[in-house]
C-alpha cells in the first residue's frame, strides 16, 4: 500500500512531489498504531485459542479488561496531574523562572563550557516543577536559543544541554508523565510502595546522572567535537571578526 505512486499510504500528491520519503511515508507512519493492534490482537487470540485459555471472544474481551485494571490507579493520577500542570502554565510561573534563569546565565561570564554545565543544572531544576519535556523546551528555547548563539554557542548546542539535564531528573519529580505508571508496575511487587519510595531510591542515580552528565558536556565542549554531522556546538559569535 506504499509501493508506486498513489497508493493509499504514500502522500506523493501536489507539493509533495519532492518531499523527502519519510513525509511522503507520513499515512503509513500514522497507521502503525492500528496496525499493530490487529496484528497483536490476532497473534494473542491465535496463541490463546491453541493453549486453551481462549475460548471464545468473551474470553478475549475479559483478559483485555483485566490488563487495563493496572492503568486504571494511572489514569487517576493523571488525571489530578493534568490540572496542575494546566494551572502551573497559566501562571507563568514556568516562563518567569526560564526568563531569569536565562539573563543570570547571560551575565555570568563564565566560559562557554561552565555555561553549559548551567544550562544542564537549570535544566535539570525546572524539570522538578514542569513535567511535560516539550512544555519545558517551549519555555525555554524562545529565550536560551538566541541568547547563547549570541555568546557563540550552536542551537544544538543548547539543545544536548538541556537534553542532559531533562534527562537526569525525570525519575525524582512526579510531574514526569510516567512517574505514576512506575509507581503502579512497583507496586505489583510491593504494595506499601509509594512516592516517597521511589523518588528515594532514584534520587542517587539521578544525581550521578547529573554530574556525569555535566562533566561530559563540559569535556565535549573543551574538545570541540561535534554533536552529530553537521551540528557543532560552538559558532561564531555574530558580528565579531570573521
Do not use: C
Request: no cysteine; glycine share 12%; aromatic share 12%.
Amino acid at each position: 500500500m506504499t509501493i508506486g505512486p498513489g497508493t493509499p499510504l504514500l502522500a506523493d500528491g501536489p507539493g509533495n512531489e519532492d518531499a523527502a520519503w519519510y513525509v511522503q511515508a507520513g499515512p503509513l507512519f500514522r497507521s502503525l498504531v492500528a496496525a499493530f493492534l490487529v496484528l497483536f490482537l490476532a497473534a494473542g487470540w491465535a496463541y490463546g485459542s491453541s493453549a486453551g485459555t481462549i475460548k471464545n471472544h468473551r474470553d478475549l474481551v475479559n483478559m483485555m479488561a483485566g490488563g487495563m485494571k493496572d492503568m486504571a490507579y494511572y489514569l487517576v493520577l493523571a488525571f489530578a496531574a493534568a490540572h496542575f500542570v494546566a494551572m502551573f502554565g497559566w501562571s507563568n510561573l514556568g516562563l518567569i523562572s526560564a526568563v531569569h534563569g536565562a539573563e543570570a546565565i547571560n551575565n555570568s561570564g563564565l566560559p562557554l563550557p561552565a555555561v553549559l554545565g548551567m544550562i544542564v543544572l537549570f535544566s535539570a531544576a525546572l524539570n522538578l516543577f514542569v513535567g511535560s519535556a516539550s512544555a519545558k523546551w517551549a519555555l525555554l528555547a524562545p529565550v536560551l536559543v538566541p541568547m547563547l548563539m549570541l555568546v557563540g554557542i550552536s542551537p544544538d548546542g543548547a539543545t544536548a544541554a538541556y537534553r542532559v539535564g531533562d534527562g537526569a531528573t525525570n525519575i525524582i519529580t512526579p510531574l514526569m508523565v510516567y512517574f505514576p505508571l512506575i509507581l503502579v508496575f512497583a507496586q505489583r511487587w510491593q504494595k506499601s510502595f509509594g512516592l516517597g519510595s521511589l523518588t528515594a531510591m532514584m534520587i542517587p542515580y539521578s544525581i550521578w546522572m547529573l554530574i556525569s552528565g555535566v562533566i561530559l558536556m563540559m569535556i565535549w565542549l573543551f574538545l570541540g567535537f561535534d554533536l552529530g554531522p553537521g551540528a557543532p556546538a560552538q559558532i561564531p559569535v555574530p558580528g565579531s571578526a570573521g
